[in-house]
């Protein structure tokens, strides 16, 4: 069975500041890793994808994200934070290959940027 | 706008009331899938349609809820006889998977209420 972990609720940083968002995955094949952000009364924007290739993903708004297989970690980064980056970070795995691509989420990390 | 969309936003409805909810996926996309979000929790998998076909389903998915994507393109989901458990956020998301795994992408979502 496929699970993510988000070990951290909440993250709090300072504008310009790097931020990390913390995710550990276990599946039972080589996995697919997502990274999606929830603002609040909206649906889940995605984020990045590793599928498979460079550890190292890079995405939307500034964001990138580290596979490490041996930790199996994909922790989420942002080089310089922004006020507006505060939100629900969700990070999400599905089994690869033949899975039917439903998506587990780990619990979600909020996100708060102060100025 | 050619996201994924989802209708009604909101519903508030009584406990043993039958209510239903649609969404329409982006056009070319072939998959479509439902969730259901609680506060504080990440995203959980109810079920999943390819095309027409529905394939998989979630045990969290009681005989109460049925869904269905009659021509492979909108979906509905209904949930009979409402329960106060029944309350959440209920997410469709949408992808193409037909030359690999692509991100989903979700709807608004439908806050459901049963008092």
């Known amino acids: 069975a496929q699970s993510v972990a988000q070990p951290e609720d909440q993250v709090n940083v300072a504008e310009g500041n790097p931020l990390t968002v913390k995710c550990t995955y276990s599946?039972?094949?080589?996995?697919?890793l997502f990274w999606y952000v929830q603002y609040p009364n909206r649906g889940l924007q995605f984020l990045l994808k590793?599928?498979?290739?460079?550890?190292l993903v890079k995405g939307s708004y500034g964001f990138e994200a580290e596979f490490n297989k041996s930790q199996t970690s994909f922790h989420l980064k942002k080089p310089s934070a922004l006020v507006s980056d505060s939100a629900l970070y969700f990070c999400?795995?599905?089994?690869?290959?033949?899975?039917?691509?439903?998506?587990?989420f780990g619990a979600g990390t909020q996100v708060v940027v102060t100025p | 706008d050619t996201g994924v969309s989802q209708n009604p936003r909101h519903k508030i409805t009584k406990r043993g009331q039958n209510v239903t909810f649609r969404c329409d996926p982006i056009?070319?996309?072939?998959?479509l899938y439902w969730y259901r979000q609680t506060l504080g929790q990440g995203p959980e998998f109810l079920t999943y349609?390819?095309?027409?076909?529905?394939?998989?389903k979630s045990r969290l998915l009681s005989d109460r809820f049925s869904a269905e994507r009659p021509k492979g393109s909108f979906s509905t989901l209904e949930i009979q006889r409402t329960e106060q458990g029944d309350s959440a956020m209920y997410l469709c998301?949408?992808?193409?998977?037909?030359?690999?795994?692509?991100?989903?992408?979700f709807g608004p979502g439908t806050r459901l209420t049963v008092t």
């Open positions: 999400a795995v599905r089994d690869s290959p033949d899975s039917w691509g439903k998506l587990q």
């Open positions: 998301a949408s992808s193409q998977d037909r030359t690999g795994p692509h991100e989903q992408y």
């Open positions: 056009s070319e996309h072939n998959r």
């Open positions: 349609f390819q095309n027409e076909a529905q394939l998989e």
């Open positions: 599946v039972s094949g080589n996995p697919y």
């Open positions: 590793y599928i498979t290739g460079d550890n």
